[in-house]
């Protein structure tokens, strides 16, 4: 069984996240300021770090959503929603069945709250499943939570896991959010997004100490640790 998801700034891989990205500006600190690395050697500290940090995030948004499509999908079968077709009935059976299924949903995914409401009713009172099932599969895809509500009142042993089935739902947005502040990509140090060009220039001029024995005049190319 899945376990209920905590509020999401209590949530561990949350909690994990906002904890890389400070520890990746926490541990550039000492690296920007370590004076024996030249620019080459510090871009490549800075981008390691960075991948190492980038992965962890990966790693701690993926156990987020699999734990919260888990949960969800484990509360989501407290409400009765879609066809119930016997595994063993016979294909024409089912064929009968899923046709009936059909124009039921239609009727539902047609009709405003108010009508979905009294469908509901007319389906509690005479006990069609076919008819309740239609009608709460119409009302969770537009995200009619009241119509669910209405389904659940005459159900108390349920109501705490549809409490938490709807919360999930109508924080879903909001939660979201906060996952892409925890686990969103890194901010790209300018001296990372310089590595590229320093490496090529170092690559220069290396051929160019190896070719003439000479280091070519113009700016730091950043192969040398900097001046202190």
Not at 34 to 44: H, I, K, N
Not at 139 to 151: P, T, V
Request: charged letters at 25%; glycine letters at 4%; hydrophobic letters at 45%.
């Amino acid at each position: 069984m899945a376990a209920p998801m905590p509020p999401i700034n209590e949530d561990p891989a949350i909690i994990r996240g906002y904890a890389m990205r400070n520890a990746f500006d926490l541990e550039c600190t000492p690296i920007l300021a370590d004076t024996t690395l030249s620019d080459v050697g510090m871009a490549q500290k800075i981008a390691n770090l960075h991948a190492v940090v980038t992965t962890e995030l990966a790693a701690a948004r993926e156990n987020y959503k699999k734990r919260r499509a888990a949960r969800t999908a484990e509360l989501e079968q407290v409400v009765p929603i879609g066809p119930d077709v016997p595994p063993a009935a016979s294909p024409a059976d089912k064929a009968v069945l899923m046709q009936a299924w059909r124009t039921t949903l239609a009727d539902a995914r047609e009709c405003d709250r108010d009508g979905r409401s009294q469908m509901l009713a007319e389906a509690e009172r005479f006990d069609d499943d076919t008819v309740r099932r239609a009608v709460l599969t119409a009302a969770s895809d537009n995200g009619q939570s009241d119509i669910i509500q209405q389904w659940a009142r005459t159900r108390p042993e349920i109501a705490a896991q549809l409490s938490e089935l709807l919360a999930l739902r109508d924080s879903y947005v909001t939660d979201n959010m906060v996952a892409l502040q925890a686990f969103g990509p890194l901010p790209v140090p300018t001296e990372m997004a310089n590595l590229p060009a320093l490496l090529a220039n170092a690559e220069y001029e290396r051929q160019m100490f190896t070719n003439t024995g000479l280091i070519r005049k113009g700016p730091a190319t950043g192969l040398f640790p900097r001046p202190r």
